[in-house]
């Protein structure tokens, strides 16, 4: 049926052009850690900057800071915490 072929492959290039929609998930993956940062802000002209660099629970971050400011004394931190998202497909438009 030579009629119903090329509905088919019409069909298919047209698909190519369109967009599809995502839907943003979070991932429950145990896998993925989240990354948590904390950069030391103390300062009047400019910022210490030292930086603890991505440790993955806020418990070690906390003792990071503490060593930091039991070094240091300094006291403004500016923390990421960083999460992974998934994005998974959803219908076409
Ligand atoms: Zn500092």
Do not use: K
């Amino acid at each position: 049926m030579p009629d119903s072929v090329n509905t088919d492959v019409q069909s298919r290039s047209a698909t190519r052009y369109r967009f599809r929609e995502y839907h943003v998930a979070t991932v429950t993956d145990p896998l993925a850690l989240p990354g948590h940062e904390a950069v030391c802000v103390t300062g009047e002209e400019h910022n210490c900057g030292a930086e603890s660099g991505t440790l993955h629970t806020p418990d070690e971050l906390t003792r990071w800071i503490a060593e930091h400011c039991a070094r240091t004394g300094h006291q403004h931190y500016e923390q990421t915490v960083r999460t992974l998202l998934r994005t998974e497909p959803g219908a076409w438009q």
